[in-house]
């Protein structure tokens, strides 16, 4: 039995009779103007994804094909991106991503906390039929093997399981932080501790939840139904559900590093939050290190997007100080360097960049305009920017802040808006 149950096909299984949930409904405030006008999970990242596509690669990767997609916040662009990339998959197999905007359904109430958004949607699980959920957060970066946590969780006859990583003790305050026993049964979980419990035998250790879930359908719903009858919940996982499932059911922890995909020895399992901008701008600047820790050319585990049909990237040029050029960059479809420097920058697609600038440690989001004599050293600039002849960002940090966003790490973020350039037109 045992054996079986660790077999391909057993977890194949597993993953068929399975729906993903990803809740993608949030703002996420921490990177300030980025998510002025979209919802963080559309933000984009790495040159030409956005943030959803990497849950919902590895849900169609791990052969989970029903998934559905829930909203709320600011949801157009993350809406039309999914209609246009991941319209796929096949109804008449019983495969589907589907839109789970916030509609009253169950109360005249918008979504109240992340337990509440799929409590909401709770008759349309129901039709699905399926024997697990797993429900997963819509805004970090990485690649896992869902089918592998499922197969624990089904093997350790769990009733919850959640995901979690280690990270450090100072990183851990910002996360729900589990204490486990000798078997990972979670016997204690605190949200955001001021003191983490650290690890046993790893001081400076904790474990982490990242925000991954995998339940039995039927005990989900009626977890789901107590706590929306409950008066005094907030209705979200980390403050309500999880604390009271610990102390009564059995909740065991699933170690990212049993599923994580594409981790060379002696590297630390990839996961990255991305919700500050400090945290997108290192994480984008990864991308064009030599080796990152994240390999987006592994055709084993692909992540999948749209990406709008485009020329390829031109680079024109060749005189002493108008010399178009990308050293330790990538550059995107639709890009021209016109007798500019892009340094170690990550620049999405559509971007064109005038003579004689320089762009360094630099993220460029899709559609800027970058004009002649141009000097940028730790930007952000968010998408659509037209930035004119001869401005120079990232070099008076002083300076920088009267007009831009100015992060604590010294990244300078730059959007339409601050530059007077209206692209939303509300009046």
């Not at 068929?16 to 006008?37: E, F, Q």
């Not at 829930?70 to 796929?88: C, D, M, N, P, R």
């Not at 990550?346 to 360094?360: A, I, N």
């Not at 600039?381 to 002083?398: A, H, T, V, Y």
Request: net charge negative.
């Amino acid at each position: 039995m045992a054996k079986d149950m660790h077999s391909p096909r057993f977890i194949s299984t597993l993953t068929k009779n399975t729906v993903a949930l990803v809740l993608a409904g949030g703002r996420g405030s921490r990177l300030h103007n980025m998510t002025d006008w979209n919802a963080k999970p559309a933000v984009q990242f790495g040159g030409k994804f956005r943030i959803i596509d990497f849950p919902l690669s590895n849900c169609i990767n791990s052969g989970i094909r029903r998934i559905g997609v829930v909203t709320q916040y600011k949801a157009h662009s993350l809406i039309e991106h999914i209609q246009k990339g991941w319209g796929f998959l096949r109804g008449e197999f019983n495969e589907f991503v589907a839109l789970l905007p916030a509609q009253q359904r169950i109360q005249e109430e918008w979504y109240r906390g992340t337990a509440d958004a799929v409590f909401q949607n709770i008759d349309i699980l129901r039709g699905y039929n399926p024997e697990h959920i797993v429900i997963l957060a819509g805004d970090h970066i990485y690649k896992m093997d869902y089918g592998e946590m499922l197969a624990e969780h089904v093997r350790s006859d769990a009733d919850m399981t959640i995901g979690c990583i280690e990270v450090s003790v100072a990183e851990a305050t910002g996360f729900g932080v589990m204490t486990v026993n000798e078997e990972d049964r979670i016997v204690k979980f605190s949200e955001k501790p001021a003191h983490p419990t650290e690890l046993p035998g790893k001081p400076g250790r904790a474990l982490a939840s990242m925000g991954i879930y995998v339940f039995n359908a039927k005990f989900l719903y009626e977890q789901l139904v107590r706590d929306a009858d409950t008066k005094s919940s907030t209705h979200d996982f980390g403050h309500d559900l999880i604390p009271y499932l610990i102390e009564r059911y059995r909740v065991y922890a699933h170690r990212y590093e049993h599923s994580c995909v594409g981790v060379k020895d002696g590297v630390q399992a990839y996961w990255r939050d991305v919700g500050t901008i400090d945290a997108y701008w290192e994480a984008n600047m990864e991308m064009v290190n030599v080796v990152p820790d994240l390999d987006l050319y592994d055709k084993t585990w692909p992540i999948w997007t749209y990406q709008e049909q485009l020329p390829p990237a031109k680079f024109v040029f060749n005189d002493e100080g108008r010399r178009g050029e990308a050293i330790d960059s990538m550059v995107s479809g639709g890009d021209i360097i016109s007798g500019a420097s892009v340094q170690h920058s990550l620049l999405f697609s559509d971007v064109r960049v005038g003579e004689r600038s320089v762009v360094k440690d630099s993220v460029i989001l899709s559609g800027c305009r970058i004009g002649h004599n141009v000097k940028l050293s730790r930007v952000v600039l968010d998408n659509k920017c037209d930035i004119p002849d001869g401005m120079q960002i990232g070099f008076d940090r002083e300076e920088d802040a009267k007009r831009f966003h100015v992060s604590q790490g010294g990244v300078t973020l730059v959007t339409p808006d601050m530059l007077g350039q209206s692209i939303h037109h509300v009046r």
